[in-house]
């Protein structure tokens, strides 16, 4: 018998030559059936593969109800709380989460274990992502802009959240600009293209030798603020794409005499957990919001009642310490 048939109750029957009862009652453990013709029936269904009902529906139901998510390992402090909004759609849900790296997304995500994804890894390839969604598998991305008719994309106002922030800053009176950029991203371009949009439009004149490109990492931060250092006169402020880079730069400012913001000023985006502590100026992406939605959207475009309409997400400045009062 091929392996393609499910297997029933009445094959058992067929193949022991007793009735479809006689097998349901040994399946079921009911103690009416002899010893030898129960064994005989639980060999041939061993046999013939046969899977309970029961068991049968579990699988299904994993299946239906697994997600994969795509997550980059790099920066845990940005994604916990990403992570933590989704994990609690799931669980209100029942979905089951498969957190998955760039490395192993493939191997998951192209297997029939999962019903859906969500995309966190801005280093994952475009190619990889549309293969995948190209087999009928849909998704969400996160602050990634991917046309797709089983693709929503959900994005943060970068470009609206940077521009308040520049704008304040040009309003307060800093006229010398650094920026610190991460890793080329739609994150990155949007926020980079804000912070230029400001200063063009006040007649702010910009030194590319003060535009400098990190990987969003604190190293990168501290790299960048070693060679701020070496400039002849150090800008007033440093905007920085992400806060990981914009702490980099502070700590190593700092191990070198240099006062924030006494000295220069320094500013991210993000908000990550660590910017509270050191009074980081930065702009504030409700994460925890972010993945809590990301699910529910995937979850109800499973359910047959989502869209997958592109949905913007505000965010807004926190004006702290790491900013000195020029009015």
């Known amino acids: 018998m091929s392996r393609d048939k499910m297997v029933g109750i009445k094959d058992i029957a067929d193949k022991c030559g007793v009735s479809p009862t006689t097998v349901s009652n040994v399946l079921n453990n009911k103690n009416n059936v002899g010893r030898q013709t129960r064994d005989r029936i639980l060999e041939a269904a061993r046999e013939l593969g046969y899977v309970p009902k029961r068991a049968e529906e579990m699988v299904h139901k994993r299946k239906k109800n697994t997600v994969a998510i795509n997550f980059s390992d790099f920066d845990a402090q940005f994604y916990f709380d990403v992570l933590h909004g989704i994990s609690d759609y799931a669980v209100k849900k029942d979905f089951n989460l498969l957190i998955c790296t760039k490395e192993n997304f493939s191997k998951y995500a192209d297997s029939d274990s999962i019903c859906g994804c969500i995309i966190m890894d801005w280093s994952t390839d475009d190619a990889t992502i549309l293969k995948i969604a190209d087999k009928g598998i849909p998704m969400v991305t996160l602050d990634r802009q991917m046309p797709h008719k089983l693709i929503k994309n959900m994005v943060t106002g970068n470009y609206e959240s940077e521009r308040t922030l520049v704008e304040k800053l040009v309003d307060s009176g800093f006229r010398s600009f650094a920026f610190l950029g991460g890793i080329d991203s739609d994150d990155n371009r949007e926020r980079y293209r804000a912070f230029r949009d400001v200063l063009k439009e006040n007649d702010i004149s910009f030194n590319r030798n003060l535009l400098y490109e990190g990987d969003w990492t604190e190293k990168s931060g501290a790299a960048a603020a070693r060679l701020i250092m070496l400039q002849p006169k150090m800008p007033e402020v440093l905007v920085c794409a992400n806060d990981l880079m914009a702490i980099g730069a502070i700590r190593k400012f700092q191990e070198n005499g240099i006062r924030v913001p006494e000295d220069i000023s320094v500013c ?60």
């Open 268 to 327: 991210g985006f993000d908000d990550v957990i660590m910017s509270k502590y050191l009074g980081l100026t930065t702009v504030s992406v409700p994460n925890y919001e972010r993945g809590y939605l990301a699910m529910q959207a995937l979850a109800d475009i499973i359910d047959g009642t989502g869209n997958f309409d592109n949905f913007k997400i505000g965010a807004r400045v926190k004006w702290r310490k790491s900013i000195k009062p020029v009015t």
